[in-house]
């Protein structure tokens, strides 16, 4: 028997659990705090409430009535795009920055580097049975920049093939909604 589809289970409740209880212990919601873990990861093509409801999966209303209560908080910023004043870029402040930490996704980081190799086995692992589901699910994948088949770099810096724009260095260990898988070697 394949117990991979139970410990998944295990590890998804167990996580449930996990943001609820740093969503509590700050007075907010758990999807609250599963926007913050986003914005925190998503690079400047991703950090747009439209991402925000794909990669959750819910609703542009959940997500903008959730804003709404993140903004109030003093959890994050919203500035306007620099060419598209209409786009919205959410940026965490040093207070949505402070709801994270020692949050679920810290001990899962923890316990990672805790395995032999850091743990870089099982996340190659999880990250490809991630995308398989994705696939099937027809899900944008989300993948992190600098692996993305639109990924350039030389002399000059990192570059985005598809909108052929400069990747400050920071940006390219983020998500983005647009990443596609680079074809097999
Ligand atoms: S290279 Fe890929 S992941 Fe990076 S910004 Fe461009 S589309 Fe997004």
Redesign the pocket.
Same mark, same amino acid.
């Given at each position: 028997m394949n117990t991979v589809p139970l410990l998944i289970e295990r590890l998804g409740a167990l996580i449930q659990q996990s943001v609820r209880e740093d969503a509590a212990r700050h007075g907010l919601l758990p999807i609250h705090v599963q926007m913050l873990q986003y914005l925190a990861q998503a690079?400047r093509?991703s950090d747009l409430p439209i991402a925000i409801a794909e990669y959750l999966g819910i609703s542009r209303g959940t997500v903008s009535q959730s804003l709404a209560v993140l903004a109030s908080r003093g959890l994050l910023t919203k500035q306007p795009d620099a060419r598209h004043r209409k786009r919205l870029h959410l940026r965490l402040t040093a207070a949505g920055d402070a709801v994270l930490q020692t949050s679920w996704a810290e001990q899962v980081g923890q316990a990672l580097q805790a395995l032999p190799g850091d743990g870089r086995v099982q996340q190659a692992a999880l990250r490809n049975l991630l995308r398989a589901l994705q696939r099937v699910n027809g899900q944008r994948a989300f993948?992190v920049?600098r692996h $993305?088949a639109?990924?350039c770099h030389d002399e000059s810096g990192a570059r985005?093939?598809?909108?052929q724009e400069p990747?400050a260095q920071e940006q390219?260990t983020r998500i $983005?909604r647009?990443?596609?898988e680079p074809a097999a070697a």
């Open positions: 690079n093509y993948g920049c $993305c639109h990924f985005c093939g598809l909108t990747l390219i $983005c647009e990443w596609s």
